[in-house]
């Protein structure tokens, strides 16, 4: 079973950016879509952003678009997200997965490996 590492997540402030990483220990998930989700305490996880395998495909959640950027290099086997004027709002545990296809896909059941995730917190 392809294990994922997530990495890159600590404390920022306000306006502040990160990177996180997603480093697969397969190369076969440069076969199929990749997803960040994340859950603020007390909140249901939630989709962020989601990629083909090919990385010509992206979509983003609303509250993320345009401050977020999702990118892969099947290369190396990973996936990032690139977190800029991040919002108090934005702290939660931030997971990356593999999906059950290529696509790039929203859906939380489109996703079947999951990785232990990064916690962001954002000061105000």
């Known amino acids: 079973q392809v294990q994922l590492v997530e990495s890159g997540g600590g404390l920022v402030q306000a306006g502040g950016s990160l990177r996180l990483s997603c480093a697969a220990s397969?190369?076969?998930?440069?076969?199929?879509?990749m997803g960040w989700f994340r859950r603020a305490a007390g909140k249901e996880r939630e989709f962020v952003a989601a990629?083909?395998?090919?990385?010509?495909?992206?979509y983003y959640a609303d509250s993320v678009k345009g401050r977020f950027t999702i990118s892969r290099d099947n290369a190396k086997n990973t996936v990032y997200l690139q977190m800029n004027i991040l919002k108090f709002e934005d702290t939660a545990v931030y997971y990356c997965a593999v999906g059950r296809s290529g696509s790039a896909s929203v859906a939380e059941d489109d996703y079947h490996h999951w990785g232990q995730g990064t916690q962001v917190t954002v000061s105000s």
């Open positions: 397969e190369r076969t998930i440069s076969f199929y879509g």
């Open positions: 990629i083909s395998w090919s990385g010509g495909t992206t």
